[in-house]
């Protein structure tokens, strides 16, 4: 599998993302789309940007019972995404359903990665509030095994996490990482981060980037900076 740079690209609408994405004349950028912009516009502005060449990434995390987020994942699977994702917390039945939704009748389907812990969610707010009286990056690691054995490709995680992803589920088990910034750039609200360059060396399979590119006064060389420091 080859390594990769995705965009995350968190913006509330299609003139926003299209007048960002045209930058790009060149290069056809993997891009991640979340929440924010497909609950704006719907589910054609999956397929408006995979027309025009890009790999996506549906970054909509669901968490139902089994049978609901089947349902969902078949619906999902028409829009013929690269990859989306789901919650780990779901279990493996959920895990086990997504699956089979995502699945098409020729037996091909996106790449399904589960998301472990939330980065919003402490160690003391997971005690507390949700009763689980592990520490985290254990939780991280369980969530991680059962998403593997549940059959899923990878998880969502922190590129420090990466090296103990793979050895505990495997060097083929995909560790998609956010957290990314360059060594010169703005921490802004992330707190655990690492360089393009870092988490190549750390493992990452793919990274998620956004505001240092997004953000950049010339996101074309951002994002050239971050694939030749990753990708190399
Ligand atoms: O701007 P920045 O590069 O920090 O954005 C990172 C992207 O990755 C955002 O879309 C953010 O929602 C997402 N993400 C994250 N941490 C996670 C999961 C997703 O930062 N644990």
Redesign the pocket.
């Known amino acids: 599998m080859g390594k990769d740079v995705i965009i ?1 690209c ?1 913006f509330s609408s299609k003139q926003a993302v299209m007048d960002f994405l045209d930058k790009f004349t060149e290069e056809k950028p993997y891009v ?1 789309i ?1 929440m924010e912009l497909f609950y704006a516009e719907g589910p054609s502005i999956v397929k408006e940007i995979k027309e025009r060449g890009h790999k996506i990434f549906l ?1 909509l995390k669901l968490c139902d019972i089994p049978n609901t987020v089947k349902k969902a994942m078949s619906v999902l699977s028409n829009l013929d995404v690269d990859m989306t994702n789901l919650h780990a917390s779901g279990t493996i039945e959920m895990m086990q359903a997504a699956i089979e939704g995502l699945t098409k009748p020729d037996g091909t389907r996106p790449l399904l990665i589960a ?1 472990t812990q ?3 969610t402490s160690e003391e707010r997971m005690r507390e509030q949700l009763l689980i009286d592990k520490p985290l990056d254990e939780v991280v690691m369980h969530y991680a095994s059962n998403a593997e054995k549940a059959g899923l490709d990878g998880v ?3 590129p420090l996490e990466a090296g103990k992803v793979h050895d505990r589920c495997g060097a083929k088990f995909l560790t998609v990482t ?4 360059f060594a010169d750039g703005d921490v ?3 707190v655990r981060v690492t360089t393009p360059a870092k988490a190549k060396e750390l493992g990452s399979d793919y990274i ?8 950049a006064e010339d996101p074309v060389a951002a994002y050239r900076r971050c694939v030749a420091e990753f990708v190399g």
């Open positions: 995350a968190d991640k979340g970054d998301v939330l980065t919003s969502v995680c922190s956010p957290g990314v910034r802004g609200d992330q998620v980037v956004s505001r240092p590119i997004t953000a």
